[in-house]
């Protein structure tokens, strides 16, 4: 069964240093997102993107952030200059569409960043 | 703003009840509700995903309903099994165009063998 795939599962990173997240969507999906999860918090949404462009972003979502389709397969999260406010899990989800009530958003296992 | 509550926080039964999880949701103009699992340090499940439209959704032991006017889901599961442990989270796609999910902070389910 297809999957979503995240690399590295875990990344520690100084305060201030940019990291790259990747994200491997379900072959056939064409909208992606990404979500993170504070240490037992909630999950929280950050972006959506959809025909490489930013379809809806959260106020989470601020100029640190960007995310990028670099090739066929890959779509990436940076973080530009990390702060330890950043450490959380990451997750990576995609879907066939968005937005209608049928669609079910598939997340990968997730990057966990520890800013020090 | 939708915001997604989830009772009880944790729960701990043994192996062989049938047990509800309770999941409340703010604004009743969404598209559509997930139950998802999550276990330790691992990525999210998705369970069963109810349409607005719809009332309820069966996967083998497990029965999600929905009460859109009333901003309320209940997912039931069946004979409980220890590996059934898990924290179940709920989260809605709210109406007029959003594409992220709003999550409520989930329920920490322990099933004692």
């Known amino acids: 069964e297809p999957e979503v795939t995240q690399t590295p599962s875990h990344q520690v990173t100084q305060m201030g240093q940019e990291v790259i997240l990747r994200c491997v969507p379900i072959?056939?999906?064409?909208?992606f997102y990404w979500y993170r999860q504070i240490l037992g918090q909630k999950v929280e949404f950050l972006v959506s993107?959809?025909?490489?462009?930013?379809?809806?972003k959260s106020e989470i979502f601020d100029d640190q952030f960007s995310v990028e389709r670099p090739d066929g397969s890959n779509f990436t999260l940076k973080i530009r200059s990390t702060k330890l406010e950043d450490s959380a899990m990451y997750f990576c989800?995609?879907?066939?569409?968005?937005?209608?009530?049928?669609?079910?958003?598939?997340f990968g296992p997730g990057t966990r960043l520890l800013v020090l | 703003k939708q915001e997604v509550t989830q009772i009880p926080a944790a729960l701990s039964v043994p192996e062989g009840e049938n047990l509800v999880l309770n999941c409340s949701f703010t604004d009743s103009a969404i598209y559509n509700l997930q139950w998802f699992r999550q276990d330790p340090g691992k990525g999210l499940t998705s369970l069963l995903l109810i349409q607005s439209s719809q009332r309820e959704q069966t996967s083998g032991r497990l029965n999600a309903s929905l009460d859109k006017s009333s901003g309320r889901s209940t997912l039931y599961i069946a004979a409980s099994q220890p590996g059934d442990s898990a924290t179940y989270l709920c989260?809605?796609?709210?109406?007029?165009?959003?594409?992220?999910?709003?999550f409520g902070k989930g329920t920490h389910l322990i099933i004692q063998p």
């Open positions: 072959s056939n999906h064409l909208y």
């Open positions: 989800a995609s879907s066939v569409l968005a937005g209608g009530p049928q669609e079910t958003q598939y």
């Open positions: 989260a809605v796609i709210s109406g007029g165009g959003a594409d992220g999910l709003t």
């Open positions: 993107f959809y025909n490489n462009e930013i379809s809806e």
